[in-house]
Structure formats: C-alpha cells, structure tokens
C-alpha cells in the first residue's frame, strides 16, 4: 500500500494552462505538506495544512491555490502557469507539527511547462 | 534567517566511509534531519537528531552535531552502491508549524 500517492506523476502543459495535482495519504496524519523542487534539486516549502486549516503559506505566487478537502487530501492547482514552475512537486504528510515530525513524501509530479 | 548549506557532490569506493556535512543558520532549532532521495523518489528520513545531542549512531549512520559551529555531518560506515542517492540535511523551522528548511542536496557516488 502507498502511503503518500500522487497523481499525476508526470505533466506536460503549454504556458497559460490551468492543472491540478493531487495527494492521498492512508496514514491518517494530521498535516500534510507541499514542496517544490527545483532544475538544482533545491527543496522549498509551499503550503502544509493541518486537519484541514493552512498553517503554512510561504512566498509563492497566487495563481497556486492549495485544497484540503479532507485530511487525507492535499490538491494544489495551479492557474496561469509559466514556464518557471516547471518542477517536481513532493506532496508530504507528517503525523504532527511538534516532535521530530517526520515527514513521509510522495513519489513526486514531474511538471514541465513548454 | 533560516538556511542550510551543504556541498553538492561526493564521491567514494565502495567500502569506504562517507562524510557529508552541513552548516544551519538558525540556533534554535531543535531537530536536525537527514533525507536520503533515490533517483525518481520522494525523500525518505534517514536519522534526525535532537539538539541537546551530540551524536547519534543507527548502524552504519552516525550523526554529528557541533551546536556551537552549527555544523552537522552524517558519516555512512562501508559504503555500498544502494547508498547512492541525493542527501539532504535539514533544520525545524521556527514556530510549531511542522516546516523543515531543507539544504540543497549532497549527491553522493559509490564507485564499485
């Protein structure tokens, strides 16, 4: 069984187009995360909500909109795009925010923007 | 402000030990990670470490924390080519919001 899934794992867009990704965790944590990484392999947290209330929004252009439909879920769509968020986005989920948290990641979407 | 720095590549034979090492920025941070990424794959925790520590050893990891020069390293004992992989250290952000302040990533070669 998967524990962080996310779909899908690969997208292709043109510029100007409006996606979405989604993530599922079965773990039954209490917050969820989304990161992005860069060409270089630089990791930056975006948003994390916990039982469904955001409690992190870093700098990231509004045209990104996180969703928590339930606390199994965490969608991010993403409207307008630019060729400079071509990325891979990790989704993760973590049981808490306090402890040592760990944190457990998905596979990761490949998205590239043309 | 909060950043973490690491080197970008590491290359070692097979059997021998690794060392790879990060600086942090933030003294209040009260938990120190390492992520290990295969090629393709999402992060997966390796070890933490609590800040009142100064070591901490899990088989073939030990990890080394210097407080004062904010320097942490992970030592991996015999390397083997399944260690090959992108390693990321990490800070706990300020506040109780889970956040982690990821380095850039060490890719580390094991060479049969």
């Known amino acids: 069984d998967t524990a962080v899934s996310q779909t899908p794992k690969y997208l292709v867009t043109q510029m100007g187009n409006d996606k979405s990704i989604k993530c599922e965790q079965n773990l039954g944590h209490d917050t969820m995360y989304w990161y992005k990484q860069d060409s270089k392999k630089f990791l930056k947290i975006m948003f994390s909500y916990n039982n469904k209330e955001l409690i992190i929004n870093e700098t990231v252009p509004n045209r990104f909109s996180p969703k928590s439909p339930d606390k199994a879920h965490l969608n991010l769509h993403i409207n307008s795009l630019e060729l400079g968020d071509s990325a891979v986005y990790f989704c993760?989920?973590?049981?808490?925010?306090?402890?040592?948290?760990?944190?457990?990641f998905g596979p990761g979407t490949r998205l590239t923007v043309l | 402000g909060e950043d973490v720095e690491q080197s970008l590549f590491l290359s070692v034979r097979e059997g021998d030990s690794s060392v790879i090492n990060c600086t942090y920025t933030d003294s209040s941070s009260t938990y120190l990670y390492w992520y290990k990424q295969e090629p393709g794959a999402g992060l997966q925790l390796l070890t933490y470490?609590?800040?009142?520590?100064d070591m901490k050893q899990d088989q073939r990891l030990t990890v080394l924390l210097n407080k004062k020069d904010k320097h942490l390293s992970l030592r991996i004992a015999d390397t083997q080519t399944g260690d090959s992989a992108i390693y990321f250290c990490?800070?706990?952000?300020?506040?109780?919001?889970?956040?982690?302040?990821f380095g850039q990533g060490t890719t580390l070669q094991v060479k049969p």
């Open positions: 993760a989920s973590s049981q808490q925010t306090g402890g040592y948290n760990e944190q457990f």
């Open positions: 990490a800070e706990r952000g300020s506040g109780n919001t889970g956040k982690l302040i």
């Open positions: 470490i609590f800040s009142n520590m």
